[in-house]
């Protein structure tokens, strides 16, 4: 046995796939074993019982940095291949990603450090009237394109007051201005910082309202200036403008705040505007530069390039994946279809029509993709992006802005909509995302070609496996959908009366607050992991499952634990990871034991004391429904 560990360790590490020389299934039971922790039971913290030997069993800090790491080295090793070189596809594409990788794993030349006034002041040749155009938003107003609460189709330019965390940027832009005191340039910021941080603490509200205007009316009742909008949007003209749809929250700070501007002195305005790029450059640039985390730089920076590489040149899996999660998701929908039709909510027809509906509009895809098969598109995606292989800080501000520019891209076209063959998700982001999630506006599910990686997940795995840890996730994604938020869309992705009248309801409203017990982050959180585990449970054991009453024949990999603990065990090493010290009580551990200690059923598969407190159920068929047809024993 401890042989074959050592195989399989040496193995992950060469990424060589291990299944072709160990059962997949043996391989994922003893990577389960390791992390176990029997110094508790599993009935009193069942994170630490399935997760707490992580930390001395694994290099990683989770099983996400695990596939993380996994993905980087497949992609290190393609960069510095010659794969694709001569490619008659998307060669420019292919070209540019590594002239990318080339000079951010070769330029030495960083930023550490604090920069010296003149390179602040000269040495971005930057024009401050167009940061927003450079890719350095959320300061003064925070811009993005979205789509309308009314019409997932079509085009919104939503404008807002900075998010709270652009503090901290200003914060580091006030300590270069402090070593700098006595030069001229830094006079006047420290009054103007300190001028937009008083107006937005004065102003900032918890659920602002929300105004929708035409460009015309935007001018009338702010004070922006017009060439803004010019500068960002390419065009020049009011009436091209006025195509557009502006959704304005925080009027009254937008309005102070751009009065303020007016009348503030240019000088100090461009000092602030320069040192604010620069302090973006600091929180963008990888902390260290090496081919990994250039590679995951890249991942955040340039999704498409990255994913559009990875797919062609490294995933096997994609048709054996896609039908792996396509039945399971069917599963998912039949299961919660089952749950309609128990309709433990009380919803009227209408109600239910609206729901069911919308979970047969769920959508799963795979990989952050458009679904375009031309391969010019890819090609000539990112052309407008000047990349050279000598300078890194150059490369990250045209990534920058190129990622901008592709947000605000044919927004003035006549008629302009959301392009689906086209649609991809490219936000400002710095971490890409590896765990799947799930959009409200496209009622999709997308999941990351990262996370469809082992220990994770394997198109060849035994079904437990799957539809215990992914089944979950998807499960929870899903359950996005019909929490306090996500009901409010219908099932093309637009904001719905009926899903309204769902969430006044006096049961959805009773469902909330039994989930409400602390601690949690976040209550739609706390929903999609109850309702989500329920889900996967339910579906891959059959409704009302009572291990009580079943024999369990043994797994020929899996000779301790009964098909029911093997599925908690499995769905568990989501979660499994080091827990940062300080905090006794992470995320993690108490998603885990908050999830199953929500599973009327967790307590019989490990032979619990059953505790008499109540479970939190929302969708799932109230127990009593069936328990007349129970024998307990
Ligand atoms: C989870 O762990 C906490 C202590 O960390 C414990 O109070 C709780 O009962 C545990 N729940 C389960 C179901 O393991
Ligand atoms: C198992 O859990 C206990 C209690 O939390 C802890 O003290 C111990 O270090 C853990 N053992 C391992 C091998 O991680
Ligand atoms: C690409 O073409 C060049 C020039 O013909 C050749 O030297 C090189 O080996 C080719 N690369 C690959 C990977 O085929
Ligand atoms: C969407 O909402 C806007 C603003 O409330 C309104 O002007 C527009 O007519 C609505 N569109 C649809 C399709 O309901
Ligand atoms: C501004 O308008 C003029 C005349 O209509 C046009 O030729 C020019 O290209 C426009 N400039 C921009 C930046 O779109
Ligand atoms: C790209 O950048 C290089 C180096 O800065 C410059 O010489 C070249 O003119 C640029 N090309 C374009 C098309 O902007
Ligand atoms: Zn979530």
């Not at 992390?35 to 069942?46: E, K, V």
């Not at 017990?517 to 009302?544: I, M």
Request: with cysteine; net charge negative.
């Amino acid at each position: 046995m401890g042989s074959l560990l050592l195989l399989c360790c040496c193995l992950v590490a060469l990424l060589i796939p291990i299944q072709a020389l160990v059962d997949i299934n043996v391989a994922t039971a003893n990577d389960i074993h390791s992390n176990l922790n029997r110094t508790t039971s599993p009935c009193t913290n069942f994170w630490n019982f399935a997760c707490g030997g992580f930390s001395s069993a694994s290099e990683y800090v989770d099983n996400f940095e695990r596939v993380e790491d996994q993905f980087a080295s497949a992609m290190v090793e393609f960069m510095e291949s010659h794969l694709g070189e001569n490619d008659t596809l998307a060669p420019r594409l292919i070209g540019q990603m590594r002239l990318y990788y080339k000079a951010c794993t070769a330029d030495a030349r960083t930023l550490h450090g604090n920069p010296r006034p003149e390179e602040l002041v000269n040495h971005w040749t930057l024009h401050p009237k167009k940061f927003l155009v450079d890719g350095l938003n959320g300061v003064f107003i925070d811009e993005r394109v979205d789509v309308a609460a009314n019409d997932s189709m079509g085009w919104v330019v939503q404008i807002k007051m900075p998010d709270p965390s652009a503090k901290y940027s200003d914060l580091r832009v006030l300590q270069l201005m402090r070593l700098y005191e006595e030069e001229w340039y830094t006079w006047g910021v420290f009054e103007l910082v300190e001028k937009m941080h008083q107006l937005q603490a004065e102003y900032r509200a918890e659920n602002p309202l929300v105004y929708t205007w035409s460009y015309s009316e935007l001018r009338r009742q702010i004070p922006i200036p017009h060439s803004f909008f010019i500068e960002l949007l390419g065009g020049n003209h009011t009436e091209e403008f006025d195509r557009l749809t502006f959704e304005v929250s925080d009027v009254e700070y937008l309005r102070e705040c751009f009065r303020f501007l007016r009348d503030f002195s240019s000088e100090p305005k461009d000092t602030y505007i320069r040192a604010r790029q620069y302090v973006l450059l600091e929180e963008s640039e990888p902390r260290e530069r090496n081919p990994r985390s250039c590679i995951h730089h890249m991942r955040a920076y340039l999704p498409l390039g990255m994913n559009y590489i990875y797919d062609r040149f490294i995933y096997q899996n994609r048709e054996q994946d896609t039908q792996k999660l396509q039945e399971i998701l069917s599963n998912l929908k039949a299961t919660f279809r089952k749950y309609l039709d128990a309709n433990r909510l009380q919803l009227t027809p209408d109600q239910l029509a609206y729901v069911r509906e919308k979970l047969k509009g769920i959508q799963i895809k795979i990989g952050n993709l458009p679904e375009e098969k031309f391969p010019e598109f890819y090609n000539n995606h990112y052309r407008s992006a000047n990349f050279t292989m000598t300078n890194f800080l150059a490369n990250l501000l045209e990534a920058l802005a190129l990622r901008t520019r592709l947000q605000n891209a044919g927004l003035l076209e006549r008629d302009s909509r959301v392009d689906l063959r086209h649609y991809y998700v490219n936000d400002n982001v710095r971490k890409a995302r590896t765990s799947p999630f799930y959009e409200n506006e496209r009622n999709t599910i997308t999941v990351p070609m990262e996370f469809l990686q082992w220990p994770l997940f394997d198109h060849r795995q035994h079904a437990i496996f799957q539809h215990s840890l992914l089944g979950a996730v998807m499960g929870h994604e899903m359950n996005h959908a019909f929490e306090q938020e996500g009901i409010l869309f219908d099932a093309a992705g637009n904001e719905s009366p009926v899903g309204l009248e769902i969430r006044e309801s006096q049961t959805f409203r009773d469902a909330l607050k039994c989930a409400e017990q602390p601690p949690f982050v976040s209550l739609k959180e706390r929903l999609a992991d109850l309702n989500g585990l329920q889900l996967a449970y339910d579906s891959f054991f059959g409704l009302d499952h009572d291990s009580r009453k079943f024999e369990y024949r043994p797994y020929t990999f899996e000779r301790q634990f009964t098909a029911p603990q093997l599925f908690h065990l499995s769905y568990a090493q989501f979660f499994c990871g080091s827990l940062p010290p300080v905090i006794a009580h992470d995320r993690d551990d108490e998603r885990v034991n908050v999830s199953v200690g929500n599973l009327r059923q967790f307590a019989y598969d490990f032979n619990c004391e059953t505790s008499h407190s109540t479970n939190c159920e929302m969708w799932r068929p109230r127990e009593e429904a069936s328990s007349n047809r129970n024998v307990h024993p």
